[in-house]
């Protein structure tokens, strides 16, 4: 058995693998204390589901004006990004961008983790849980809620299966690497999960091209997929969201709100797991120059869809606008949006002698954060603001106000797209081991053009 | 249709009006039917019914108030088909408002909601700043394009052939999409579990609605299975004004319990209008300018507590000057 793994051993230099090994064996106690917070705030998430349902919605902050709420926004939020988790990392692996390679795993945990941690807010507006399945039994396909079921379900599968196959031969190497100081069941899983791959021409070529075909269809499935989410709120006739800027804006808020987190992501391993040599300074620059174009965008779209509402007004677009700008209502909130998804970022990102790796790092956090308020002045100001005045004595069904009950679910979230990246780098290195080793690779040309002479 | 078949409806229709079958303008004309919703029934009786000439006959009370076949609100499926040949319609006289708030509490009482429930409310309107402010009752108006209806996820709410729009509480998995999608607000959740009801769960009909579930989304239903019973609607029955008028389109008539009047001349000559007309819903509830008024609309404001008057601020900031 010995001799036959030698002699198909993938890659008999462990060099990178030895660096990056400690990080997979014994956790450390601090490791397993954060671990146990993690779960913790998602167990104080599940009280508060068991909660809800037990008690009904009225705990929530929801009422029937603002239907929904923190759950709709943090579900657009996490949405948002996975499917810009999986553009940025597909669009590498297609253009076969070299520099990236130690990112991609970083990308693709991101779209897997913030898909299941933010799949279920929706789930979490749904008043009889009991009845999840007549979406499967009475579905109808003129929903828009059919439409995202759909897609999400399609845009998981698709995403899960490319992450695995990115992991292949990185379990291929583990499961062959003998220095590992791992419990012998992580090395039994290991050789199980890495399906026998041996680093055969054959299989090589074959894993290759399913890395291809799937970061091809992902890109597509997570444009479609996304813009469909933002057709939940276009399909309304409400002000607000009736736009029909809604799919493409949708995108790039997302693309713009993922790199972002991606650069955070990155900070924090490069801190954490001391991988400095990896994640380099040049790594940060790269990022923070398409976190710049992605925010010079982010501001075009921003700007097309509010001077268009407000230079000629409707009534109702009126009264939306107005709580936009008063500092009682929506105002700090539409200030920190815009002062930190355009003006500060531009400024930040775009002046090369403020661009250092802790401020793009920085910046980046405050967009996550300015973007998931963005959602939140998405859904909540305009389902307060209906066509026909809301004249309710009762405060709570004027505005919306969150309830414990929400934040809680909400940090549980969170915790779980944590929990998912300390768990997930602990099972495989987070740097992809083989793919950075593989030589510089080009691009396959689609045309292949002749050169004179030949 | 063409005209031709019309007025061959018509006729059909205006022949068989004085049979009680069937007949919403028999219904409204009986202000006792109409109005109470207990009446005592009993044989020999007689009650008042309009002729088309328009004389006032009694005819013999007959042994059932059930003006349609069957009587019993259907369930499941059978619900969602809706009641054949006919088109119901709703028009408020805007100028009769005053805020009375009767039909609200009407509302409450025949589908056991609870007392913050509101199926239907009466809001304070003011169109532009020269305007008057006027009262402004809002039902479901059931519309023949309901953006409700296409966001359902599970068709638990649906359009049916009678012009209603209805909620099946059983399907319904309170997505609250619908209550999203509606620009009129309609719609109202069960956020708490509802008061209890008499009607066990087994009796349940989208028609009438009760019981309620909780979790679930619900609205006013245009009350099919009062009709069934010749009956208006609880709003139509409680109004003390006569503001609403309900009754059906095919058969050119609706009533308040008190008269009954030609759909069709009626917004001709009213120049009736539906609300938000432009966002193409098609409603099915029209309204009658509120034009040489019977009250103030302040005679509304006095039986709301102060504290309660706070949410009319906004329309009545311009109204009192003084008090800013």
Known sequence: MNTHKKINAVNTNNDLLKKLAHNLERPSKRWIFWVIFLIL????????????????????????????????????????????????????????????????RMAELLTVASLIAGAPFILYCIGRLDRMHY?????????????????????????????????????????????LKVAKWRMKLYGFLALNYKGTPLQKKYLHQAHDIMAAIIIPTAIIAYSLLSWLFGMSLRPGWHSTIFGPYFVITAAYSGVALLIVIMWLYRKSRKLEEFITNKHFNYMAFGLLILGLFYGYFTFSEYITDWYNQTKPMGYLMAKFLDTEQYGWLSLFHIAFTLVVPIIVLGIPWLRTINSVTFISAMVVLALWVKRFLIVVPTLETPFIPIQDIRPEYNTYSISWVEWALTFAGIAMMVLIFTVASKLAPIIPVAEVEDVQEEAKPLIRFKTQGA | MNDKDKKNNRRNFLKNSLSVSGSMLALGLGPNIAKGGNNPSGTGEKVKVLTTEGKVIEIDKPATDCKIDPCEPPKGREARKGIPGRSF???????????????IEGCQKGHNLAPDQEWLNVYLMKDHDEAEPYWFPRQCFHCDVPPCVKVCPVGATYKRQDNIVLIDNTICIGCKFCMVACPYSVRIFNWDKPPESDVPQEDYSPESSVPAQVGTVSKCDFCPDRSREGKLPYCASGCPMGAIYFGDKNEDAVSNGTETLRFKQLIKERVGYRHLEDLGTEPNVYYLPPVERMFDYKSGLKDIPEEKQRVYDNILKDEHPQKD
């Open chain 1, 41 to 104: 705030i998602i167990l104080f998430g599940a009280y508060a589901l068991v909660r809800q349902i037990i008690d009904g919605q009225i705990i929530t902050g929801m009422r029937d004006n603002a239907a929904w709420g923190l759950y709709t926004a943090n579900f657009i939020f996490f949405m948002g990004l996975s499917y810009a988790g999986a553009l940025v990392s597909c669009s590498f692996q297609l253009l076969r961008i070299q520099w990236a390679k130690p990112l991609l």
């Open chain 2, 89 to 103: 319609v709703m028009v408020i006289d805007l100028a009769r408002c005053k805020n009375a708030r009767k039909c």
């Open chain 1, 135 to 179: 979406l499967f039994i009475y579905p109808r396909i003129q929903s828009p809620i059919t439409w995202d079921v759909i897609a999400i379900m399609t845009d998981l599968l698709f995403c899960i299966a490319f992450l695995y196959f990115t992991h292949i031969r990185d379990f291929a190497r583990l499961r062959d690497y003998e220095g």
